[in-house]
């Protein structure tokens, strides 16, 4: 069996979209250039002019186009249309607010690239700010319906041991993957002490802010002047959130704890202290701001974890008690401290990195480790966080041929894909079949994935 290859990746593009590029044009412009119709999909048509801001996307991106023909580009246009029109027809319900939202997320960010909202009207090549917004609303729109249209085909697509080792075996030997070199490594994390009185100096700074909002000053402004958050602070601290959104409990715990309109007492998170204001309450999401500050290191605290960890590094250069012991015992990350200081890959979930995959700092602080060599401490600065930090390799695997036994993960993320595509596949034959699909004959002569001319 082969494994089954694609010339183009049968799942959405990302959503964000890039200013110098966008993905293709919805239905509506089939008025403004009826002679340009190469495809139509259900209420969906192509215009040959998206084949062109097709290639100027990937051009964009960095991606060589020499090898890529419009006739790829146009069967990947055709299955985005079917997977939108299909979206309609299972009621799949993408929100004019939900649209609004992110669209008004990414005007936000041109207008900062570009400098102001006209430039980007003439970019567009639109006649005013309603005539853009209108045409990105049904972009952003067709693309969520995709997008939601794929994630429900695969969702539900599992796959069994019995399965993956049928997959690996009917791999033909020349064309089993090769996996890049992989290690395993392990940290141990030394926090300096905040005094308790920079602590509370802090929360004393967020009841000040706190009183003078409630007396009448803008949280907004508030936030641009005091907040340490470098994800928000510009934006007037604001974030739009739901239980499912990925923040740490204490932060939920109170966003969801107020009314609307109500501001928090300072509380404390890993990331420092905050107050949050909520602005507006729909349904499940809330709509807030929040201010956060960080409670100021020392330098005398700062060099008493340099010299703790030190110590460490060095009781376990001269074997009075391993790595991973030290870091069970010792070690200030939660998130590592109890499985003996192994780093997750969060792309994978596994232990192992694939070097050539791995970020370029924490691959830059690895590289000319042996296994089981102990790094000097390091000295990090992570959104304002200041800590030590001590690193070795407790595994290395070279370059290699994949085997079962050792890459059962990455082997079962290759069948599972395999097992996604064949589905993808199936669903696309049957929907094609009953759905309205017409061919401009200048594009007839495509060999496509898919029977899209229904011979």
Excluded at 224 to 238: A, K, Y
């Amino acid at each position: 069996m082969r494994l089954k290859k694609r010339n183009l990746k049968f799942l959405s593009k990302p959503l964000v979209l890039l200013l110098i590029a966008t993905t293709s044009v919805f239905a509506q412009q089939k008025k403004q250039k009826i002679d340009g119709v190469i495809g139509v999909v259900g209420e969906y048509v192509i215009l040959d002019s998206d084949i062109d801001l097709e290639f100027i996307q990937l051009k964009a991106q960095g991606v060589d186009i020499k090898n890529i023909t419009r006739c790829e580009l146009f069967g990947k246009q055709l299955e985005d249309k079917l997977y939108a029109h299909q979206a309609i027809q299972d009621s799949i319900i993408v929100t004019d607010q939900e649209v609004n939202d992110f669209m008004n997320q990414q005007i936000d960010a041109m207008v900062e690239q570009v400098g102001s909202m006209d430039k980007v009207i003439k970019f567009y090549n639109k006649k005013d700010e309603d005539d853009f917004r209108s045409y990105f609303f049904d972009i952003i729109k067709m693309n969520k319906l995709t997008s939601q249209m794929q994630k429900k085909i695969v969702d539900e697509i599992e796959i069994t041991p019995e399965e993956v080792r049928n997959f690996f075996k009917d791999i033909p030997e020349d064309e089993i993957p090769m996996f890049g070199a992989e290690v395993e490594v392990a940290q141990i994390v030394i926090e300096p002490k905040i005094s308790d009185e920079e602590k509370q100096k802090v929360i004393n700074k967020l009841k000040e802010i706190r009183k003078e909002v409630l007396e009448g000053s803008s949280f907004f402004t508030k936030a641009v002047l005091f907040s340490e958050d470098p994800g928000s602070s510009s934006n007037g601290g604001f974030y739009k959130m739901n239980r499912k959104t990925p923040f740490v409990k204490e932060f939920k715990d109170v966003a969801f704890s107020l009314a609307e309109g109500e501001i928090s007492e300072p509380f404390e998170t890993e990331f420092g202290y905050h107050i949050i204001y909520v602005e507006k309450i729909k349904g499940q999401d809330r709509e807030l701001r929040h201010i956060l500050i960080a409670p100021k290191v020392s330098n005398e605290a700062l060099a008493e974890a340099k010299e703790e960890i030190e110590i460490i590094r060095e009781k376990i250069v001269n074997g009075e008690i391993s790595f991973e012991d030290a870091a069970k015992a010792s070690s200030d990350e939660k998130e590592t401290k109890n499985n003996g200081g192994v780093l997750f890959n969060p792309q994978t979930m596994e232990t192992k990195f694939e070097l050539t995959k791995m970020d370029p700092a924490l691959y830059n602080q690895i590289v000319d480790l042996k296994v089981n060599d102990i790094s000097q401490p390091i000295l990090e600065n992570e959104r304002g966080k200041k800590f030590y930090k001590i690193l070795t390799i407790n595994d290395k695997l070279p370059e290699h041929k994949a085997d079962y036994a050792s890459d059962y993960l990455k082997i079962k993320e290759l069948a599972l894909r395999d097992k996604q595509i064949k589905a993808i596949s199936k669903w696309m034959d049957e929907k094609i079949q009953e759905t309205y699909v017409k061919i401009d004959k200048d594009y007839q002569q495509c060999e496509f994935t898919n029977n899209w001319l229904k011979k």
